[in-house]
C-alpha cells in the first residue's frame, strides 16, 4: 500500500519559516520523481516545486523562487520543502506527489500518488 504523509504545516506570521516533510512508503521512491503541490481556496492547484529522482534536477515556480527549496532523502524516503520569508499569498493546502517518472514535471496529470495535504496558513 503507497503511503505519502506530509507533516510540518501550520500557522505562521509573514516572514516567518516553515518545513514540510513527506515521509513514502509503499513505493520505489528513488525512482520518482517528487513534487509539491498547492491548492487555495478558489484557485487551481499548483504545481510549486519538483525534484528529479536523483535530486539533480529541481523545478520551482517563479513566485517561489528564492523562497522555497525542495530537496529529498532517498535513503529516508522522504521530500521536503523549505519555505522562507512566508507572505500571506502563500496560504494554501500543501500536498506531495510522486511522479510516474523519474524526472521533473509540473504536470499533476502525472503524478500517480498524493498525499493527504498539510495547512499552511500566514498571517499578515
Known amino acids: 500500500q503507497v503511503q505519502l504523509v506530509e507533516s510540518g504545516g501550520g500557522l505562521v506570521q509573514a516572514g516567518g519559516s516553515l518545513g514540510l516533510s513527506c515521509v513514502t512508503s509503499?513505493?520505489?521512491?528513488?525512482?520518482?520523481?517528487m513534487g509539491w503541490f498547492r491548492q487555495a481556496p478558489g484557485k487551481e492547484r499548483e504545481c510549486i516545486a519538483s525534484?528529479?529522482?536523483?535530486?539533480?534536477?529541481?523545478y520551482s515556480t517563479d513566485s517561489v523562487k528564492g523562497r522555497f527549496t525542495i530537496s529529498r532523502d532517498n535513503a529516508k524516503n522522504t521530500v521536503y520543502l523549505q519555505m522562507n520569508n512566508l507572505k500571506p499569498d502563500d496560504t494554501a493546502l500543501y500536498y506531495c506527489?510522486?511522479?510516474?517518472?523519474?524526472?521533473?514535471?509540473?504536470?499533476?496529470?502525472?503524478?500517480?500518488?498524493w498525499g493527504q495535504g498539510t495547512q499552511v496558513t500566514v498571517s499578515s
Open positions: 506527489a510522486a511522479s510516474q517518472g523519474p524526472f521533473t514535471t509540473t504536470d499533476p496529470n502525472l503524478y500517480t500518488y
Open positions: 525534484i528529479s529522482w536523483r535530486g539533480s534536477s529541481v
Open positions: 509503499g513505493l520505489p521512491f528513488s525512482t520518482k520523481a
